[in-house]
């Protein structure tokens, strides 16, 4: 029986006793037993009476057992729902509640506060912890290493991503087998992956960029991960020798090159560096390669798209621009008003259609509508320009949407919390330029008449109700936001007052 998915990545390692995961405490685990410790993993889960279909949510630190219950839930066709781990228990519980999952994952140190919400839903709760212990790994260590893989088509799904929304509620991207599969396998020809790969990964793997881009390539070719809990430039630096291969979000260049060990010998070995997530800055990409000899790949992709272009591997690899649409994918230049294609040259949003396109939002149809065309073009909020050698760049965004450290950060949910504090009227929520974040949170507020909003109380709500990265790092007070003749708040005016508030001295 075929499951597309499970197959082409992890079963096709069976009996390899080649390296898959170097662990940070010196063991490494190959791709033989990577596979016998998923099927215990996909054993637990079905016991634990998940069904094809069925939504698992994981809000777990990453570690070698966490990469196995993805790689489980795709053996036993379970949807795969990976959850930030810095979100607060509000933010869990819309997550569960919205997918109707069927099993939460969770760390120890959260499990007292998210059992409210498995025993409210009716699901059964279990811990995996970071060290790999935890009630779901007891649970794995007494059952069989060999799992019928359960059959799947192509067009099924495979994994849920929550994306926020511009009205403040998080959309669920339903990937299929298809959108993943087929964008691992072009990007290890186009950025000629091999088994003799091994990819420095500290990246989170919550997101595509560390689940998806990273782990499905070195999978489909075989290769192995030095496969670290987070990015630490000193930790960075010290198993770089041992890669050859990594992939970042811009603040990982930045850190990597405020440190002085950060040197040409260092990387002379290294066959790519790769960037995504953020904006890399072109002043970046010059100085990593006057500093190491290298060039920055850059590419741009999205949760409901995975990648959908790229410099080139070889050729030239352009400063500020994410390079070509990536092959089997299209992608247009268009006027947001009309959706009509615009002459080469001139801006406008990026759409794009290939099988790399997700399948929609989970229960939001009219959402889907509006952003997934019926010929299959994805709206992706992003504004670009294809220049004269086709090479794309980014110059903004349609959407009201701030990336910090390549984390999303919807401003409408931090804004529709903000409103609700004692003594504020109104406010608006502002990316503002950050050295080491690129981009950082602000929050603006208008004080109801007479009153004088306690911004150290607001602070306080705020660290309760949301996850750390979207704190504003500042508050101000104003007396009116800056509106235009529609009554809409001029964002932009409010970034040019307030953004050097973290330039550097
Ligand atoms: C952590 N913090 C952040 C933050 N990350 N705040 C804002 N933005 C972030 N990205 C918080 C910490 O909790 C901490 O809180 C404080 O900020 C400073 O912590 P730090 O020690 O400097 O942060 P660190 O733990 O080192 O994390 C920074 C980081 C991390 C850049 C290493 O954010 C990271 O790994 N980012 C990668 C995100 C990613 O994978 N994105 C891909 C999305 S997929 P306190 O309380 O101590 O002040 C996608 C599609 C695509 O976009 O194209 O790839
Ligand atoms: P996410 O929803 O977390 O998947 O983030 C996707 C968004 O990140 C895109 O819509 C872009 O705005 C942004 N993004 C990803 N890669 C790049 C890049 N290389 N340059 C600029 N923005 C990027």
Redesign the pocket.
Known sequence: MANPLYDSLFGRHAGQDTPFLHLPDGSTLTHDQFLRMTARYAHAVTDLGLRPGDRLAAQVDKSAQALALYAACVQAGVVFLPLNT?YMAPEVTYFVENSGARLLVCDGSKAEALQPLATSCGIALRVLNGDGTGSLSDDAAILSEHFDTVARNISDLAAFLYTSGTTGRSKGAMLTQDNLLSNARMLVDYWQFTADDVLLHV??IF????LF?ATNITLAAGGAMLFEP???AARAISLLPRATTMMG?P??YTRLLDEPGFDADLTRHMRLFVS???PLLAETHVSFEARTGHRILER????ETN?NTSNPYDGDRRAGTVGFPLPGIELKITDPATGAELPQGEIGQIEVRGPNVFAGYWQMPEKTAEELRADGFFITGDLGQIDADGYISIVGRNKDLII?????IYPKEIELLLDDQPGVLESAVIGVPHP??GE?VVGVLVPAQGATPDLEAIDAQVRQSLA??KHPRKLVVVGELPRNTMGKVQKNLLRDEFGDLFAPA
Do not use: E
């Open positions: 810095g990246l989170p997101h595509t960029h560390g881009v987070k990015f630490d979000v603040t990982f995504g997530s953020a741009y992709g999205m949760t990648m910090s450290g390549g984390y999303n080491d974040f950082t750390r990265f």
